[in-house]
């Protein structure tokens, strides 16, 4: 895919599409301006203390392994031939606080508990001339 196409989540509001595509996304979080917690995915009311006085914040997209299993189904929504042998699924720990739910990218093998991640986007198919893509993690300096 030329570096001139359009990138779109397939879903706004869950994480950053930077401009440079060699960048690393941002997840979009919320931030409680009272007591300081993290939330994923968006929030308007503070879970823990109730508070209103909510923001958004953007963090690396970068956490610690704590769960996954291993789908044997093709991606959801993927048009791409890599993607039809299935998918690791991952619960990441963001240091901030919250715990993603989201796809890996690579094989069963390359994953153990505990071990830190970071994420990229990853195209799933080409939609009105933009490129859909999704957040994914990975282990960190692969």
């Not at 006085?53 to 956490?63: I, L």
């Not at 042998?85 to 901030?96: A, F, K, M, T």
Request: with cysteine; aromatic share 8%; glycine share 10%.
């Amino acid at each position: 895919m030329s570096q001139a196409t359009l990138r779109v989540p397939i879903k706004p509001g869950y994480f950053t599409i930077p401009d440079d595509h060699a960048a690393a996304p941002e997840v979009i979080c919320t931030r409680c301006e009272d007591c300081g917690e993290y939330f994923f995915p968006q929030r308007l009311v503070c879970a823990k203390c109730l508070s209103r006085n909510t923001k958004e914040a953007r963090v690396p997209a970068r956490g610690t392994l704590y769960a996954y299993t291993w789908v044997h189904m093709p991606l959801f929504g993927s048009m791409k031939m890599e993607h039809m042998e299935g998918y690791g699924v991952g619960q990441i720990d963001l240091p901030e606080g919250p715990r993603l739910q989201v796809p890996l990218a690579g094989k069963r093998d390359d994953y153990t508990i505990g071990m830190p991640l970071t994420g990229e986007l990853e195209g799933l198919r080409e939609e009105n001339g933009q490129e859909v893509v999704i957040i994914r993690f990975k282990p960190a300096g692969s």
